[in-house]
């Protein structure tokens, strides 16, 4: 399996964006526009909107994620959402490890094999971010903390699991900045972090992983960067509010 027999995957991450109206008139917008996908499409939106969002997609090829989920399955965890009720309500893919849950909500690479854990119990396909920032990449350790992100967040995780399981490489100094890695160093990192995965599983499965990329990915530069040969699509923050952008990103992915 190669580049060409991996399945690309354009994830569009909503943040902190969008009402559940909002969600519907989006994802409306987006329907006839994204049609043609020869991807997979995933919009992964804020829980409150999650509703709102798998009835709009219905029948569509819009498949809906979630943006986080507890590890645990149920009980006193005020304000957190588990697996099952993601599971229930629809969703098929949930984001794990974003930076901005990193940074801003004390995530762990624990708690995100935890999560990650919990999420492949369930039945959902993880989507792990990782990720250096400005100053690990200055000081050289891009690739040893790419390995050891992933490797931590797919501990106990079976080669067969993998199947399910996707990783976004997102610098952290290009999410939301504006600041996209060039096509080489986006390749560079989603290579590091295929590296990993054939120390831990052999060729087959690091070959059959599907790793996108992530950080400032818009409807200019996607092309080139879903061309390189370790990228397999983009998880998309600022451009997938916008429909017709999202739907470039995706038809670039297409080709
Ligand atoms: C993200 O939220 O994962 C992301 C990559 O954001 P942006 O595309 O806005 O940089």
Not at 17 to 24: A, F, I, L, Q
């Amino acid at each position: 399996m190669n580049k060409e027999t991996r399945k690309a995957v354009i994830a569009g991450n909503w943040k902190m964006n969008k009402t559940p109206s909002e969600t519907t008139a989006l994802i409306n917008e987006m329907k006839p526009l994204v049609a043609d996908a020869n991807c997979d499409v995933v919009l992964c939106v804020p829980f409150i909107d999650i509703a709102a969002a798998v009835e709009a997609a219905k029948g569509s090829n819009i498949k809906i994620g979630a943006e986080n989920v507890h590890f645990k399955e149920s009980g006193a965890y005020t304000g957190e959402v588990s697996a099952a009720m993601l599971k229930e309500a629809g969703v098929e893919y949930v984001v794990i490890g974003h930076s901005e849950r990193r940074t801003y909500f004390g995530e762990t690479d624990q708690t995100v094999n935890l999560r990650t854990l919990a999420a492949l119990n369930a039945g959902l396909k993880p989507i792990i971010c990782v990720g250096e920032t400005l100053e690990q990449r200055e000081l050289g350790y891009t690739e040893t903390l790419l390995k050891f992100q992933t490797k931590m967040a797919l501990t106990n995780v079976s080669a067969e699991d993998m199947k399910n399981v996707i990783i976004a490489y997102e610098p952290v100094w290009a999410i939301g900045t504006g600041v996209t890695a060039t096509d080489d160093q986006a390749d560079e990192g989603n290579g590091f972090v295929r590296a990993a995965l054939l120390e831990k599983y052999g060729k087959d499965v690091a070959e059959a992983t599907t790793i996108q990329y992530g950080g400032s990915m818009n409807a200019k530069n996607a092309e080139s960067l879903v061309a390189k040969y370790n990228v397999d699509g983009g998880l998309i923050g600022g451009a997938s509010l916008k429909a017709e952008d999202f739907s470039i990103i995706v038809k670039a992915a297409s080709k």
